[in-house]
């Protein structure tokens, strides 16, 4: 009897585990699989906005504070659901964030004094929900 219960014990425990091994495989799928595209697609964009910020600033000698003033989505509708946002800028710097309706995560993008430790300079950065 007590071998029975034992062996039931640990079988119940073997599933169990393999039950959450899966979810979190699965869960970590989802995310370098099924989020990378909408992820890739607000890289690009955030990109896009940043050839823009140079430009306006050659131009206007400070960085654009409004999103429009740098970036229009493209007419090819590859921007569709990306929001774009300009957190803050200045002559010396500028922070942007990007977001897509179909990914829970977000991307940021910083130059300047508003880049530091965990934010490169010129460099997108994404983080999954």
Not at 19 to 35: E, M, P, Q, T
Not at 65 to 78: F, I, K, N
Request: hydrophobic fraction near 45%; charge should be positive.
């Amino acid at each position: 009897m007590k071998r029975e219960v034992r062996f039931l014990i640990i079988t119940a425990v073997i599933v169990a585990a393999a039950v959450i091994g899966f979810y979190l495989v699965a869960k970590r799928l989802r995310s370098n699989l099924g989020d990378r595209p909408y992820a890739a697609a607000v890289r690009q964009q955030l990109r896009a906005l940043a050839a823009g910020q140079e430009s306006h600033r050659r131009t206007g000698g400070t960085y654009a504070a409004d999103v429009v003033q740098v970036w229009v989505p493209p007419a090819d509708g590859s921007a569709q659901g990306i929001q774009l946002h300009i957190v803050a800028a200045d002559a010396s710097g500028y922070i942007a964030e990007g977001r897509s309706g179909a990914w829970g995560g977000r991307c940021v993008l910083a130059v300047g004094q508003f880049a530091g430790d965990s934010l490169p300079p010129g460099e997108v950065v994404c983080h999954g929900d």
